[in-house]
């Protein structure tokens, strides 16, 4: 049996301090000026900044889905197909799928990315979240940001957001009780 003669291996290496020059360099690079909260017309304008990320995004998966079903369309060989390809053409049809298709997109978007990740893509990078992560661990999390989808759908996509800006509160999240939230 080998015993270990040295003891101190096994204990953690010990930290120095540093020069209190580079030991203030590293404590102003870590604190940013204490807390700062968003609210009223701030917290609403970022809002509509993470709106408009997350429309620009929705919009290019639409035309990207477009895109790939008329390239699917197009190299099919199979003539029923062709004939329903030649009827889908046409410009009212295409505005149509292209509405349904930005529609579908839109509330799977912000369904899934809010339920699952807490945050669109816009949002996050805006920093704003839907509820605070405590309440992100509960059941009805999904079901508030579900609900809170379909009340800004069905009020207009710019009522509800609008309505927001002039009363400076967050209309959709005191009726849905998924509020925003501001990480700065």
């Given at each position: ?55 620009l995004i929705i919009v290019a998966s639409t035309c990207l889905f477009l895109l790939g079903a008329t390239l699917i369309f197009k190299l099919s ?108």
């Open positions: 049996m080998i015993v270990d003669q040295n003891k101190d291996q096994n204990r953690p290496e010990k930290f120095t301090i540093l020069d209190e020059g580079i030991a203030d360099s590293f404590v102003s690079a870590a604190f940013h000026r204490g807390p700062t909260r968003r609210s009223g017309y701030r917290l609403t304008g970022w809002l509509l900044a993470s709106v408009v990320t997350d429309v060989h199979d003539p029923g197909l062709n004939q329903f390809i030649k009827s889908f053409v046409s410009q009212k049809a295409m505005k149509e799928t292209a509405l349904y298709l930005y529609g579908y997109i839109s509330v799977i978007y912000f369904i899934f990315f809010r339920v699952f990740l807490g945050a669109t893509i816009g949002e996050w990078s805006c920093g704003i979240r839907i509820g605070q992560p405590s309440e992100r661990m509960k059941p009805s999390y999904a079901f508030k940001v579900i609900l809170r989808v379909l009340l800004i759908t069905c009020t207009g996509i710019f009522v509800l957001p609008l309505l927001s800006l002039i009363f400076k509160k967050d209309l959709a999240g005191q009726l849905t009780q998924a509020s925003l939230y501001t990480l700065k």
